[in-house]
């Protein structure tokens, strides 16, 4: 903060910077919540997302190109990388089960490719803002998570048809909440530890820490819970000033604590169906205990802040503290073993059944509270499933986004899943060893660049005020990416922009930053942008590359529009005009076809209805969808052969559909009859 004059303060532009980033992201959070679910409709929301992160990443390249100065090209081989996951994820349509999806992916990928050479690109650009960058992540997983917290307060207003106990609001899904409030922790704990911020900015950390941590209890997630400790054991490790961490963690936990226990104490605020009339009162007495925990926890950040500056420990005793810390740390894992040991089965015996219970694939877990102690879950049959479909395809993989439709022929179960619930696994299943190889290439290269950025080999003593301080923020920013990352090894976190995007910015970030104190961005300028021709035709191509990527991002979403349209519109023609719209917008979707062929019956043009659903199963011959289109026409038109030759494909491709064996039976019995007749 600036002071102009007595009594007047204004934002400095780091802080406005700060505010500016913190808001773009929310409002991508709001946008896009939900994620991207290949199982349900296209949506307009992450459509329009994509295509302005690409388009403003693009533009970030541009003024790089136009406006940076001349310095070496730090992380060029992670972004080259992301490039070549990115076209092999395009490629994959060629040979995808479901080449729609597939498509979708790509656009996705490209988003996010460009989200992560953007924040390299700013790297170079305006090194010295990693302030701006590091309290905009921070920002955006505090507020969001606060929200997530009021729709607790005003179920009413905020999530009336939200009838889950664990917090899920405004991304729609706990574990992606959880995980948003988890990788906050780490710019929380640099906002406090930071001996040159303002102190009312330091002492809002302790607040926003009591937030993240209340939601990643509340998520019920343990993926975030695990994230959370992890990311706390690696600040204590890895940064200066432990003891301000340990006082603000002290803090922060007090606060959140009492929150949770008041939650997990009521049952319409933490249970599954609780009416809304019951929320809404649970609601409103909680919002009055969110109210006074935020008002202590806003006077311990001013008074632990206060002390900060004033009290000056010796270095003595400052040893003698941190003893006894890492003293009573050392202590939590034998007193772990102490009480498994005492516990009914033994130490051996629950080591045995917590491997059993992280193993088995027919695991149920609740939705409560205790399923936080509990190791059992869906993981296990979600991952079988995708090794099983990447060994069924082991180079390739069965195309980006295919794991959805592959799975169901290897798996009798009902469960509808739409992702495998790890990166590692998804990618496994849709493309295949060449998948994994570049996705291991780039984390190799990634954290190369991330390495040499935070310096870890050289100690804090070594480095100079500014150097010291921006290395406190890196490793703040690594955290934040290393979090997203070990949640999106066991969840399907990369499929959610609000989590993804601001990720990539600070992952693409370490990657340009380039070795620690080295020069960068505008250190030697370059010639006029006039007098660079290559420049001003690099930037020229890339702002035409980027819009035609625009364009192909659009077309999904104007072929579902079209075709939304075709079912609704009021003449024949009209219907016509935007179906064939529609597929030839998205030469790849099924769903032009099923209208196409809807329309065609409708004029009592059997052929043509039907050669449009043959048509469908040409497309994606794979996707039990198509023959089962195809299967029920010919059994409504009396083809009973015909019917059951494609039901039985149907019912091949995906056993666990009910309206499909149904189908299947109707055709074999209607082919027993006119045998008998």
């Given at each position: 903060?600036?002071?102009?004059?007595?009594?007047?303060?204004?934002?400095?532009?780091?802080?406005?910077?700060?505010?500016?980033?913190?808001?773009?992201?929310?409002?991508l959070?709001?946008?896009?919540?939900?994620?991207?679910?290949?199982?349900?409709s296209?949506?307009?929301?992450?459509?329009?997302?994509?295509?302005?992160?690409?388009?403003?990443?693009?533009?970030?390249?541009?003024?790089?190109?136009?406006?940076?100065?001349?310095?070496?090209?730090?992380?060029?081989?992670?972004?080259?990388?992301?490039?070549?996951?990115?076209?092999l994820?395009?490629?994959?349509?060629?040979?995808?089960?479901?080449?729609?999806?597939?498509?979708?992916?790509?656009?996705?990928?490209?988003?996010?490719l460009?989200?992560?050479?953007?924040?390299?690109?700013?790297?170079r650009?305006?090194p010295e803002?990693?302030?701006?960058?590091?309290?905009?992540?921070?920002?955006?997983?505090?507020?969001?998570?606060?929200?997530?917290?009021?729709?607790?307060?005003f179920p009413?207003?905020?999530?009336?048809?939200?009838?889950?106990?664990?917090?899920?609001?405004?991304?729609?899904?706990?574990?992606?909440?959880?995980?948003l409030?988890?990788?906050?922790?780490?710019?929380?704990?640099?906002g406090?530890?930071?001996?040159?911020?303002?102190?009312?900015?330091?002492?809002?950390?302790?607040?926003?820490?009591?937030?993240?941590?209340?939601?990643?209890?509340?998520?019920?997630?343990?993926?975030?819970?695990a994230?959370?400790?992890?990311?706390?054991?690696?600040?204590?490790?890895?940064?200066?000033?432990?003891?301000?961490?340990?006082?603000?963690?002290?803090?922060?936990?007090?606060?959140?604590?009492?929150?949770?226990?008041?939650?997990?104490?009521?049952?319409?605020?933490?249970?599954?169906?609780?009416?809304?009339?019951?929320?809404?009162?649970?609601?409103?007495?909680?919002?009055?205990?969110?109210?006074?925990?935020?008002?202590?926890?806003?006077?311990?950040?001013?008074?632990?802040?206060?002390?900060?500056?004033?009290?000056?420990?010796?270095?003595?005793?400052?040893?003698?503290i941190?003893?006894?810390?890492?003293?009573?740390?050392?202590?939590?894992?034998?007193?772990?073993?102490?009480?498994?040991?005492?516990?009914?089965?033994g130490?051996?015996?629950?080591?045995?059944?917590?491997?059993?219970?992280?193993?088995?694939?027919?695991?149920?877990?609740?939705?409560?509270?205790?399923?936080?102690?509990?190791?059992?879950?869906?993981?296990?049959?979600?991952?079988?499933?995708?090794?099983?479909?990447?060994?069924?395809?082991?180079?390739?993989?069965?195309?980006?986004?295919?794991?959805?439709?592959?799975?169901t022929?290897?798996?009798d179960?009902?469960?509808?899943?739409?992702?495998?619930?790890?990166?590692?696994i998804?990618?496994?299943?849709?493309?295949?060893?060449?998948?994994?190889?570049?996705?291991?290439?780039?984390?190799?290269?990634?954290?190369?660049?991330a390495?040499?950025?935070?310096?870890?080999?050289?100690?804090?003593?070594?480095?100079a005020?500014?150097?010291?301080?921006?290395r406190?923020?890196?490793?703040?920013?690594?955290?934040?990416?290393?979090?997203?990352?070990?949640?999106?090894?066991?969840?399907?976190?990369?499929?959610?922009?609000?989590l993804?995007?601001?990720?990539?910015?600070?992952?693409?970030?370490?990657?340009?930053?380039?070795?620690?104190?080295?020069?960068?961005?505008?250190?030697?300028?370059?010639?006029?942008?006039?007098?660079?021709?290559?420049?001003?035709?690099?930037?020229?191509?890339?702002?035409?590359?980027?819009?035609?990527?625009?364009?192909?991002?659009?077309?999904?979403?104007?072929?579902?529009?079209?075709?939304?349209?075709a079912v609704?519109?009021?003449?024949?023609?009209?219907?016509?005009?935007?179906?064939?719209?529609?597929?030839?917008?998205d030469?790849?979707?099924?769903?032009?076809?099923?209208?196409?062929?809807?329309?065609?019956?409708?004029?009592?043009?059997?052929?043509?209805?039907?050669?449009?659903?043959?048509?469908?199963?040409?497309?994606?011959?794979?996707n039990?969808?198509?023959?089962?289109?195809?299967?029920?026409?010919?059994?409504?038109?009396?083809?009973?052969p015909?019917?059951?030759?494609?039901?039985?494909?149907?019912?091949?491709?995906?056993?666990?559909?009910?309206?499909?064996?149904?189908?299947?039976?109707?055709?074999?019995?209607?082919?027993?009859?006119a045998?008998?007749?």
């Open positions: 903060m600036r002071t102009l004059r007595a009594g007047t303060v204004r934002p400095s532009r780091d802080a406005l910077l700060a505010m500016g980033g913190g808001a773009a992201l929310i409002v959070g709001f946008v896009t919540t939900g994620g991207f679910d290949g199982s349900v296209i949506s307009a929301a992450n459509t329009w997302t994509e295509i302005a992160v690409t388009v403003l990443g693009a533009g970030v390249v541009c003024a790089l190109i136009l406006l940076g100065g001349r310095a070496p090209a730090w992380g060029v081989t992670a972004v080259v990388l992301f490039a070549l996951l990115t076209a994820t395009a490629l994959s349509i060629l040979w995808s089960v479901q080449p729609d999806n597939s498509w979708q992916a790509a656009n996705l990928t490209l988003a996010y460009t989200a992560f050479t953007a924040g390299a690109a700013l790297a650009m305006v803002r990693w302030h701006a960058l590091v309290a905009a992540l921070g920002l955006v997983a505090v507020l969001l998570s606060a929200y997530a917290l009021l729709a607790k307060v009413g207003s905020l999530a009336a048809t939200d009838t889950e106990g664990r917090l899920q609001a405004p991304l729609g899904y706990w574990n992606a909440t959880g995980a409030a988890a990788m906050g922790i780490g710019p929380c704990l640099w406090f530890s930071r001996p040159d911020g303002p102190r009312l900015l330091r002492a809002l950390a302790v607040p926003g820490g009591a937030v993240l941590a209340t939601v990643v209890v509340l998520s019920f997630s343990r993926t975030a819970l994230t959370a400790v992890l990311i706390l054991a690696a600040w204590l490790a890895l940064a200066p000033g432990r003891l301000r961490a340990v006082l603000m963690i002290t803090l922060s936990g007090m606060g959140a604590a009492v929150i949770c226990a008041w939650a997990v104490g009521h049952a319409a605020l933490s249970t599954d169906g609780a009416t809304l009339p019951d929320r809404t009162s649970a609601g409103h007495t909680f919002g009055i205990v969110l109210l006074l925990v935020a008002l202590a926890e806003v006077g311990a950040g001013l008074a632990a802040a206060r002390a900060v500056d004033t009290i000056k420990l010796g270095e003595p005793l400052r040893r003698r941190g003893t006894i810390l890492i003293g009573l740390a050392a202590l939590l894992p034998v007193a772990a073993v102490v009480a498994l040991a005492a516990s009914s089965r130490l051996t015996g629950e080591i045995s059944y917590a491997w059993h219970s992280l193993t088995t694939v027919n695991y149920h877990v609740g939705e409560s509270a205790s399923r936080i102690t509990q190791f059992g879950s869906s993981r296990p049959l979600y991952w079988s499933q995708g090794i099983t479909v990447g060994e069924h395809a082991l180079v390739k993989g069965v195309g980006a986004l295919g794991y959805a439709t592959a799975r022929q290897y798996t179960s009902p469960q509808t899943v739409g992702h495998a619930h790890s990166y590692v998804q990618t496994f299943a849709d493309l295949g060893l060449l998948g994994l190889i570049v996705s291991l290439a780039l984390l190799v290269a990634w954290g190369w660049a390495w040499r950025a935070l310096a870890p080999r050289t100690g804090w003593q070594q480095l005020g500014e150097t010291s301080r921006e406190s923020a890196l490793l703040a920013l690594a955290l934040f990416v290393v979090g997203y990352g070990l949640s999106s090894t066991f969840d399907w976190t990369w499929y959610f922009p609000a993804s995007v601001p990720a990539l910015l600070g992952a693409g970030w370490l990657a340009g930053r380039g070795p620690l104190g080295a020069p960068v961005g505008r250190a030697q300028p370059r010639a006029p942008v006039l007098a660079r021709p290559g420049a001003l035709a690099a930037a020229s191509v890339l702002v035409l590359v980027s819009l035609i990527c625009a364009w192909l991002i659009w077309q999904p979403q104007r072929s579902a529009d079209d075709a939304e349209a609704s519109a009021r003449s024949a023609g009209a219907a016509f005009a935007s179906a064939r719209s529609a597929q030839a917008a030469p790849l979707a099924l769903q032009p076809h099923f209208v196409l062929a809807q329309l065609y019956t409708g004029e009592g043009n059997a052929a043509a209805a039907r050669a449009e659903l043959v048509t469908a199963i040409d497309l994606q011959p794979h039990n969808e198509s023959w089962y289109a195809l299967g029920t026409y010919d059994l409504a038109h009396n083809h009973p015909l019917a059951l030759a494609s039901l039985e494909r149907a019912y091949a491709l995906n056993p666990t559909v009910l309206t499909t064996k149904d189908s299947l039976i109707q055709a074999r019995a209607a082919v027993a009859a045998a008998a007749g």
